[in-house]
Nanobody, 127 residues
Framework: QVQLRESGGGLVHAGGSLRLSCGASDLAFETYAMGWFRQAPGKEREFVAAISWSGSETDIADFVKGRFTISRDNAKFTGYLQMNSLRPEDTAVYYC????????????????????WGQGTQVTVSS
C-alpha cells in the first residue's frame, strides 16, 4: 500500500510559481498512475492534472493548461506539479493521488478512480 506526501505549497504573489512534489513510499511507484486535485474553501474538489505511470501521457484541466505542468521521476518515487503564472483563484489545498494500473498510457480524471491520496498542501496566491 502506497503512502503519498505532498510538499512545496506556500504563499506566493500573483504571477509567481510553485512546484509541488508528491513523494511515494511504495517502490512499485512506477506502476501507479498519478493525479493532482485541488479544493478551495466552499468548493468541491476538482481535477487539475494527471500523468500515466510511464510519464508519456498527461492530461491537464483546461483552466490551468499552459500554466501548470505535471511530471514524474519514477527513480525518485516522486511526482511533480509545476505551477506558473499563479492567480488568486488557484488558492486551494492541493492533493496528489495514485492508482495502480496495468495500462502503460492510462490517465484518470475522476477522483473516484484513485485509491491512494496524500494529506494535501496549501497553496495561497495573493493579489
Amino acid at each position: 500500500q502506497v503512502q503519498l506526501r505532498e510538499s512545496g505549497g506556500g504563499l506566493v504573489h500573483a504571477g509567481g510559481s510553485l512546484r509541488l512534489s508528491c513523494g511515494a513510499s511504495d517502490l512499485a511507484f512506477e506502476t501507479y498512475a498519478m493525479g493532482w486535485f485541488r479544493q478551495a474553501p466552499g468548493k468541491e474538489r476538482e481535477f487539475v492534472a494527471a500523468i500515466s505511470w510511464s510519464g508519456s501521457e498527461t492530461d491537464i484541466a483546461d483552466f490551468v493548461k499552459g500554466r501548470f505542468t505535471i511530471s514524474r521521476d519514477n527513480a525518485k518515487f516522486t511526482g511533480y506539479l509545476q505551477m506558473n503564472s499563479l492567480r488568486p483563484e488557484d488558492t486551494a489545498v492541493y492533493y496528489c493521488a495514485a492508482q495502480t494500473t496495468s495500462y502503460y498510457y492510462t490517465t484518470y480524471r475522476e477522483d473516484y478512480e484513485y485509491y491512494y491520496w496524500g494529506q494535501g498542501t496549501q497553496v495561497t496566491v495573493s493579489s
